[in-house]
């Protein structure tokens, strides 16, 4: 089975361009997860969807930062305009929940960004 | 706030040499606590899901057991494909449910 689809792998641009990070998740999981992973601050939630929905954003760090769900099989996470600072590794996940399970996420492998 | 203290940062084994990773934390209501094993330039990959204090779970040279307070992920004569970077999580109840806290993880080094 197809795990959690990311890309662009690596993205290198420059300060103040637009950068849309795309993430496919695993067919049929009902929750998908955006993280930023970095040495100094590990890994962070940023936003999470339930059915499409945003749930929490509260992660997210500025009102740069957006994050879509247009339906069950793909997300964007956009960054405009992207800074520095905003370098990172982002990582998308999913997982099946549903009402009470406790179903672990599955983690896509990715995209390293760097913004210079 | 939820919180998530792992120790070590690092560690470093020889083959062989068993030892364990700690995970402490802070949180209202544990729905779960997920073990993660990351790869250099790969996400995290789920090993093990335990939910209440004395559970135990097993997967080769891998033990995960929970207390009220801290989770241990013991390592049984490690081998060096066991090298990774150990991520533990914890899940809570109530409006952040679906929501994963992770610690900063252990850096697991094994030499032949």
């Known amino acids: 089975d197809a795990g959690v689809i990311q890309s662009p792998r690596h993205e290198v641009t420059e300060m103040g361009q637009e950068v849309t990070l795309r993430c496919k998740p695993i067919?049929?999981?009902?929750?998908l997860f955006w993280y930023r992973q970095t040495m100094m601050r590990g890994l962070e939630l940023l936003i999470y969807?339930?059915?499409?929905?945003?749930?929490?954003d509260s992660g997210m760090p500025e009102d740069r930062f957006s994050a879509k769900m247009p339906n069950a099989s793909f997300s964007t996470l956009k960054i405009q305009p992207s800074e520095p600072r905003d370098s990172a590794v982002y990582f998308c996940a999913s997982s099946l929940q549903g009402s009470y399970s406790n179903q672990p996420q599955h983690f896509g492998d990715g995209t390293r960004l760097s913004i210079l | 706030e939820d919180q998530v203290t792992q120790s070590p940062e690092a560690l470093r084994l020889q083959e062989g040499e068993s030892s364990s990773l700690n995970c402490s934390y802070t949180?209202?209501?544990?729905?779960?606590l997920f073990w993660y094993r990351q790869d250099p330039g790969k996400g995290p990959e789920f090993l093990f899901t335990?939910?209440?204090a004395g559970e135990e779970k097993e997967k080769e040279r891998l033990k995960a057991t929970l207390t009220k307070k801290e989770s241990f992920l013991h390592i049984t004569a490690p081998k060096p494909e066991d090298s990774a970077t150990y991520l533990c999580a914890v899940k809570a109840g109530g409006t952040s449910y679906g929501k994963l806290t992770f610690g900063q993880g252990t850096i697991l080094t094994v030499h032949p």
């Open positions: 949180v209202s209501g544990l729905r779960g």
């Open positions: 969807f339930n059915n499409n929905v945003p749930i929490d």
């Open positions: 067919s049929g999981h009902d929750y």
């Open positions: 335990l939910y209440s």
